[in-house]
Structure formats: structure tokens, C-alpha cells
């Protein structure tokens, strides 16, 4: 079986994902991570399983099975790993804190709707002759979370990769972006976009 770099699996993935929307479906069975992300215009499908550090995947674009290997979670435990840096680190652990802000938003805002839908069809069972109607922008907003969600934890899992070249520039960077953003006391909605831009992740999952 063929065995490729973490750009390469990136690429295979964007060939059949970039620029579509698609539903990722998730399982786990005895330890091994099933994942199958299907685009909703029926263009493709992309297959993964991943354990012990080692992703196999496929797709409708190539069904020969191919592995990526992730060197931080294969090595064994008494081999060295080399250390990220202080500072990457704390950009690591923001970013996760990052997923766990947009997830608690999206969550109020379903629950909100959930709320309202209920509210508005007790007063039209209550006033069935009186015409009613109701607007909401609570399912929008939680899809715009979850987009953003989806985008920071794709930003954390890049910069906790060892294999990722991540130049302390760029890691400043974010760390300046958050600091900004404390200070503003603010959460822009485009900031997991912004820093996966910094990062370039927008050259690596463009399809070749």
C-alpha cells in the first residue's frame, strides 16, 4: 500500500471536498476511526480510517487504498519526541479554547430555536384562525458557529502536527491575533479563517 505525505492526504481529500459542501459522518469500532465525508451534490465521496496514528483513505476520485502516517501519535512512547515551542503550545491550546467558544454558541443558538419553534406552535394551536408567522435567523446562526467551529479545530489539529512547518513568525502572529482580540474583548467570526490564512492552509487542501 502506498504511503504518503500529510500534504499528499490533504490534496487526495481536497480533490473530492474543496469548494462543496459535504457531511461527515464519524464512528468509532474496536479503537479504529471511521469517517466518511459525502458530497451533497452526489459528486464524490471520500473514505478514511485511522488507528494507531495510521490514516488509511480512499475516494470515488481514487479507490486505491493509500496510508498517511502521523508520526506524533505512531512513535513509540520510548522514542524522543521532539517538543513543540512554548509558544505553540499556547497558540494550540487557544485555538482548542477557540472550538469550545464557537461550539457553546452554536449550541445557545439551537436551543434558542428549539425555544421559539415550540413558543410559536402553542400560539397557533391556542389561536388557530388567527394567521401567524415567524422569523428566525437562529438555524443560520448555527451553522455559521459550527463552519467556524469546523475552521479552528481544522487551524488546532494543523499547528499540533509535528510534521507541519510552522515558522515562529506565524505563530506570533496568532498568538498577537488573540492577544488583539482580548484586549477588544471580542470573538471575529473570521478569525479561525484569518489564521489558517497565515498558516497557508488554503494552498494545501487546494486540489493539484
Not at 512554548?86 to 454558541?105: C, Q, T
Not at 397557533?124 to 437562529?138: F, Y
Request: charged fraction near 35%; aromatic fraction near 10%; include cysteine.
Amino acid at each position: 500500500m502506498e504511503r504518503v505525505t500529510f500534504k499528499e492526504y490533504e490534496a487526495a481529500k481536497a480533490a473530492v471536498l474543496y469548494g462543496k459542501e459535504y457531511k461527515e459522518t464519524s464512528n468509532m469500532e474496536n479503537n479504529v476511526i471511521h469517517k466518511q465525508y459525502v458530497c451533497k451534490d452526489g459528486s464524490g465521496i471520500f473514505y478514511e480510517r485511522t488507528e494507531n496514528g495510521v490514516t488509511e483513505f480512499w475516494s470515488t476520485e481514487h479507490s486505491e487504498s493509500r496510508i498517511y502516517v502521523d508520526k506524533a501519535e505512531s512513535k513509540p512512547e520510548t522514542e524522543e519526541k521532539e517538543e513543540l515551542s512554548e509558544n505553540r503550545k499556547k497558540a494550540i491550546k487557544r485555538m482548542y479554547k477557540l472550538v469550545y467558544w464557537f461550539a457553546d454558541e452554536m449550541f445557545k443558538e439551537e436551543d434558542a430555536e428549539e425555544r421559539e419553534a415550540a413558543e410559536f406552535k402553542r400560539q397557533c394551536e391556542a389561536e388557530p384562525d388567527k394567521l401567524q408567522c415567524r422569523v428566525s435567523a437562529h438555524d443560520n446562526n448555527a451553522r455559521v458557529m459550527k463552519d467556524c467551529m469546523r475552521e479552528a479545530r481544522d487551524a488546532a489539529e494543523f499547528l499540533r502536527n509535528r510534521e507541519n512547518d510552522v515558522e515562529e513568525w506565524q505563530i506570533a502572529g496568532i498568538n498577537a491575533m488573540f492577544d488583539q482580540c482580548n484586549t477588544e474583548k471580542i470573538v471575529p467570526y473570521d478569525l479561525p479563517t484569518a489564521i489558517k490564512g497565515l498558516l497557508c492552509m488554503h494552498i494545501l487542501v487546494k486540489p493539484l
